[in-house]
């Protein structure tokens, strides 16, 4: 199982946001097209995989999202109906536990309470990280990555206690980008 | 120069779509997400690049429309606002010669005559191609890619006249997937 943890630090936490803004959402456009990125390929969804989002914005957080390849029972693949969709999950009753609707959960938790309930490697993705082909990237990764502001000091430190710094160069990428190089560099290598 | 040719065989060419629904009109959604893959870094937009999108839906194809990194006076990452530029292209008045527009340019050119003007070794993005790892990409760099349906084939034959069908794989991955693929690969060994 891969699972990539995007930290979207401004992303709203309530359903009250409009569809066709979705930039001044927090950024939800960014949080839409990194789902898109990690679960699917030009025909399927991604079995082996899955996206948390976890969501700091107002007016409740943090709130987190999972989206899991084999358990999705509807296909999505454009911004505006994951937007949708992750409007429709805001808009329910929830609390700290898993809420699951539709192959989707949801729940009140936090960025180092997620990570906390996850097995395998830990990889940062980060400018000064290591450059990912001189990385060998172990089964089961767990890979983080910051939205356009990138991961706040003590998230980062504390993904950091069981995890390393990868790069993927000198440019920073878009975070949808960055999922689908690294998706590719997974499938490339064997690595789910 | 780093170029991309996207072959969208139903995006509309007609103002006449919703922003709302961009998958209705002949996968707009997925024409944005290639802007934005082809031309974006987190922070800023890739001067080196362009790409072209040539446009083959309803009602009047073939349009085509290009966006060079270093011409853009305005800065889109969301498809939401790339769709609306796209319409707002669309609603010009424009013939068989470029019009310029803020930094895009939009003619009645198909993807024949789209090629023809260009310079630089073609690579045309199919399943079958050489994997790209073994491949040794060249300078200015003219990448060919089909919507989710594909390049039809005398297209195809055509772009293979001076080209080399490449591969991602064994996966078929998103067309803005792919380019992202491509933009790291190129990036990582200095191609523009």
Known sequence: MRTFVLYARKARTDSKFRLDDLVSAGRMDL??????SALWLSHNVREDTR???????????????????SKLSKVYVDESTNAKWIKKLLSMKFGKEWLEVEGAKIARKSFQEVLSE????????????????????????VIV???????????????L???????????????????SIINWICDKNGID
């Open 51 to 69: 996206i948390f989002v976890v969501l700091n914005g107002p007016t409740k957080p943090p709130v987190t999202i999972c989206f899991q390849g």
């Open 161 to 179: 206690r069981n995890g390393e710094k990868i790069s993927l160069g000198k440019n920073v990428y878009l975070a949808s980008s960055c999922i």
């Open 31 to 36: 949080v839409c097209r990194c789902i898109t």
């Open 145 to 159: 990555l910051g939205d356009q502001i990138g991961l706040p000091d003590k998230e980062e430190s504390f993904a």
């Open 118 to 141: 996850l097995n395998g490697k830990i990889y940062v993705l980060h400018e000064k990280g290591e450059f990912i082909d001189n990385v060998k990237i172990e089964k089961n990764p």
